[in-house]
């Protein structure tokens, strides 16, 4: 057939061909026909174009930053796509309304500044100097030509500039600090009774008129959406690692070309004391557990025992029985930050606060062990490991080419790719658009399972490029469409749904009663306590920290009037589980400025000036935000 077209393309006729196929490439590009188009646009500010590609790049440093700063204590599953994804992009939004401000404010960062700044950046250093070929390989590998690189360096610090020109600016006066530190560390003294739901309606059981009434009022609770089931076959280095030779001579090889990279590392004996604090904590917060942190070290110093202390006051489940014990730590098993502190100490050193994404620590070392070379014997198996992704790595593109080929050959199955590359076909649970498990928790997997090619034309997917080097192809094999099941099939569902919510408005009623009552003077805690078949919980004096009553119960105590002399505030609160909780204020007992010494007093007038400069920076943000047109196009 081609030879034919060829014999007859001829004269006019080819060239009235070639003027058909040139118009549209003239006039729309090649875009038109490869299907590259525009780039697909996450947000604009004021028309500026966020790209997706620049999303997707963002996340996955800040996934590689999350990997080296949390060390071992890395899970991916803590760290949802949709959320980074959400954070990443609020995050370039905010970048991109500062540096409009910024430019506006005329603020620059030199070139001598920018060169400064890259050659103190310690990835691109080896043995204290500036190493180019570290730089150049760096930069590479985050997808950045040198001069892109420089240019988001030079805007860092142009930010940098700009916000510290503001948070450093703000300052804490003396009545300030007095202020702050009579409130923080302001106790009350507190008496509460809970009323139980599940009690009060332990003789109440549902109709069946009631039970499909409350069913058709909240069907939206029992919708299901549109979900699939797929199946799947997935490379990644440890797939493809565990089909590579080992030779001794090989292992050798490798080991005489990397032995730097094998030497035993240094070893500490840490433990510490935590401070729990949420990586996305205010300034207010942060402010708190600081203050805790450093009434921590000050005790150590009076001479207190670390072991009792950590007992006693640290957030950290896992250690706090064993006195905050962490054990022997080598570089890589923690976030970057405490172990820059961790490995600065000397034996026996105490640290000052150290801020982690978990909260702020106290550190101590108790043993050092020094590091070196280790011989091949003693660490093969670690060679080993390194050969097998080494060699991994190199076929995995090479793997992934055929599988995207076979997938592609073969549309409709995943077996003659299975069988040809010796991979497993897995098989998923049901998912919807938010993602799978595992690797199907990538927006990427959705977005392809969720595709007409895949879902309703039946074809296999595109090749999947996921993070840590993981590509999948995928196929469609159930799918669902929205749903309300059936009243029968959620019956018991409802029912439990049905009596929680009963349980928590009997609690309520009840509770908001006995509040009325008490604040009308009509009865006292006890009284109500004994109506309600409850029991009155006094812990006394209790801090705005304080895990002696629940956390709600405790923050609605220091949300009350103080009380007048010889009364008492009331106030009621819905707990977890659906309960309520009726509580009185009977006295107050405000923090004392005057017991800080002056190094104390200079800390907390930093730290809220700190926070005031925070808070400042964000109203900033939030202004200049306001003030510009941003419009947010991906989901």
Do not use: C
Not at 168 to 191: G, H, M, P
Not at 309 to 315: C, H, K, T, V
Not at 587 to 603: F, I, T, Y
Request: no cysteine.
């Amino acid at each position: 057939m081609l030879l034919e077209i060829r014999e007859k393309a001829q004269g006019w006729i080819a060239w009235l061909i070639v003027a058909f196929i040139s118009i549209p490439f003239a006039l729309w590009g090649i875009q038109s026909y490869l299907g590259v188009g525009e780039e697909p646009v996450a947000a604009t500010v004021d028309g500026e174009e966020i790209t997706q590609r620049e999303v997707d790049r963002q996340v996955r440093l800040l996934r590689d930053r999350l990997r080296v700063e949390l060390g071992g204590a890395y899970r991916p599953e803590l760290f949802p796509e949709a959320a980074l994804r959400r954070q990443v992009l609020e995050q370039l939004i905010n970048q991109e309304v500062l540096q409009r401000a910024a430019d506006a404010w005329n603020l620059r960062a030199g070139d001598e500044l920018v060169r400064a700044a890259i050659r103190s950046i310690p990835a691109f250093q080896r043995n204290g100097r500036f190493d180019v070929e570290a730089y150049n390989i760096a930069v590479r590998n985050q997808g950045l030509s040198q001069r892109a690189f420089e240019e988001s360096i030079r805007l860092e610090l142009v930010l940098d500039q700009l916000q510290r020109g503001v948070t450093d600016s703000a300052i804490a006066t003396d009545l300030e600090v007095n202020e702050y530190i009579r409130l923080r560390d302001q106790k009350r003294r507190v008496s509460w009774l809970r009323m139980d739901g599940r009690r009060l309606i332990a003789d109440y059981t549902p109709t069946d008129e009631e039970l499909k009434a409350y069913y058709d009022e909240h069907k939206a609770r029992w919708r299901i959406p549109e979900r699939v089931k797929v199946e799947y076959l997935l490379l990644d280095p440890e797939t493809v690692g565990a089909e590579v030779e080992v030779t001794e001579e090989a292992l050798k090889d490798y080991w005489a070309q990397h032995k730097d990279e094998f030497q035993v590392p240094e070893e500490r004996k840490v433990r510490h004391i935590l401070v729990a604090l949420p990586e996305n904590a205010d300034a207010e917060q942060e402010t708190q557990a600081r203050a805790r942190a450093d009434a921590i070290v000050e005790r150590l110093k009076a001479g207190e025992d670390f072991s009792d202390l950590a007992r006693e006051l640290s957030d950290d489940p896992g250690s706090r029985e064993q006195g905050g014990e962490l054990g022997w730590l080598s570089e890589g098993m923690m976030p970057k930050t405490f172990e820059a502190v961790a490995f600065a100490l000397d034996e026996g050193e105490v640290s000052r606060p150290v801020r982690t994404p978990f909260g702020f620590h106290v550190v101590q070392v108790t043993g050092i062990k020094s590091g070196g070379e280790g011989d091949f014997e003693s660490l093969r198996h670690r060679v080993e490991a390194a050969y097998r992704r080494h060699r991994a790595e190199e076929r995995l593109f090479d793997k992934a080419e055929q599988l995207a080929d076979l997938a592609y050959e073969h549309p409709d199955e995943l077996e003659t790719a299975a069988e040809a590359l010796g991979l497993e076909i897995r098989r998923s649970d049901w998912f919807d658009r938010n993602g799978g498990e595992g690797p199907l928790a990538s927006p990427k997997v959705a977005a392809a399972a969720f595709s007409q090619d895949v879902l309703e034309e039946g074809h296999n997917s595109e090749l999947i490029e996921l993070d840590e080097d993981q590509v999948l192809v995928l196929r469609v094999v159930e799918h669902e469409m929205e749903q309300v099941p059936p009243f029968e099939a959620v019956e018991a569902e409802v029912r439990k749904a049905l009596l929680a919510d009963k349980a928590a408005e009997r609690a309520r009623e009840r509770g908001e009663s006995l509040v009325a009552r008490l604040a009308a003077g009509e009865l006292d805690l006890d009284r109500a306590a004994q109506e309600s078949g409850s029991k009155v919980i006094s812990p006394g004096m209790i801090g705005r920290r304080s895990t002696e009553a629940p956390m709600p119960v405790v923050e609605k105590a220091f949300a009350l009037p103080r009380p007048a002399e010889g009364h008492v505030s009331v106030g009621g609160v819905e707990l977890p589980g659906g309960d309520y909780a009726v509580l009185v204020v009977s006295g107050v007992e405000d923090g004392d400025p005057s017991a800080l010494d002056d190094e104390a007093r200079r800390n907390e007038a930093r730290n809220l000036a700190r926070a005031k400069g925070q808070a400042q920076f964000g109203f900033l943000v939030r202004d200049l935000r306001a003030a510009a047109e941003v419009e947010v196009t991906a989901e």
